[in-house]
């Protein structure tokens, strides 16, 4: 059970409740910012910056990847952007209400992944693509399926299934 600071549940409870977000950029100088201004917030300072999120649901759903619209009227973003080279970076968006975060509790992890793309809209804006990090580069491992496994009803080998189309054959190890 969480246990929210009475700041984040009197802004629970306002009519209407706008949430505000935190957006951590993994790079070699971590790129920290908020949507309400500067604030302390999970032991780190986060830049107050204009930005809107896109992709993270608030209704529990999971979501496999998501979208930052980030404001960069004088460029400097882009900049940071460019020298910290944001490409598959590591990226975490929290969401919270209220003007702060007062207790860890109060910032809840919606996004856990990496950048997929970043590109310009206009000279104002820079679209940022995120992937959820299993999703960003799929491999499939080699694994060997035995009895000393567990699995003692294999089906005889050059056996084929069909899954979404596509065709899996199981072989003998050679």
């Not at 930052?68 to 400097?76: A, K, N």
């Not at 109060?106 to 995120?130: E, P």
């Amino acid at each position: 059970m969480r246990t929210l600071s009475a700041q984040a549940l009197a802004a629970i409870d306002d009519p209407v409740t706008l949430p505000g977000w935190l957006v951590e950029f993994e790079t070699a100088t971590p790129i920290r910012i908020c949507s309400r201004g500067t604030i302390e917030a999970l032991g780190n300072t986060f830049t107050g910056w204009g930005f809107w999120t896109a992709g993270f649901g608030t209704d529990g759903a999971a979501s496999s990847g998501g979208a930052l619209q980030i404001f960069d009227m004088d460029q400097s973003f882009s900049a940071v952007a460019l020298a910290e080279q944001m490409g598959d970076a590591r990226v975490r968006v929290w969401r919270f209400f209220g003007d702060a975060v007062a207790l860890p509790e109060d910032a809840v992890l919606v996004f856990d992944g990496r950048v997929g793309s970043v590109s310009g809209g206009d000279a104002r804006v820079i679209n940022v693509a995120l992937v959820q990090r299993e999703a960003s580069v799929l491999f499939s491992p080699r694994r060997r399926l035995t009895s000393a496994d567990g699995f003692h009803a294999l089906p005889a080998q050059n056996f084929v299934m069909t899954f979404n189309g596509e065709k899996y054959e199981l072989q003998p190890d050679r």
